[in-house]
């Protein structure tokens, strides 16, 4: 089993940052990907960024390229995702989940955080 707990969501203006955390515990090592995903009402999940604990291999939305960079401390078992020139449209419900294979695909995550709401204001 591997938990994971978002932090870091909340409201901010459009051309803001904010910068998402999530804390894996548990059976970490049988997910070398961690990813981030993030929805709205009505919607499928939506793919965001994702990042290999051991390679440090990125993957990020074509949507997203440029303005978020996913990072980890492997030490602390977290991973993060900083968000800058946010935009209306970023506004979602943000998920961490962990899993292995493509790294792109919802998939390849059999574990997810509980989510971290995120408002970009016009």
């Known amino acids: 089993q591997v938990q994971l707990v978002e932090s870091g969501g909340g409201l901010v203006q459009a051309g803001g940052s904010l910068r998402l955390s999530c804390a894996a515990s548990g059976r970490t090592f049988t997910s070398d990907a961690m990813g981030w995903f993030r929805q709205t009402p009505g919607k499928e999940r939506e793919f965001v960024a994702a990042?290999?604990?051991?390679?440090?291999?990125?993957v990020y939305a074509d949507s997203v390229k440029g303005r978020f960079t996913i990072s980890r401390d492997n030490a602390k078992n977290t991973v993060y995702l900083q968000m800058n020139s946010l935009k209306p449209e970023d506004t979602a419900v943000y998920y961490c989940?962990?899993?292995?294979?493509?790294?792109?695909?919802?998939?390849?995550?059999?574990?997810w955080g509980q989510g971290t709401q995120v408002t970009v204001s016009s």
């Open positions: 990042i290999s604990w051991s390679s440090g291999h990125t």
């Open positions: 989940a962990a899993g292995v294979g493509r790294m792109a695909a919802w998939r390849s995550y059999g574990y």
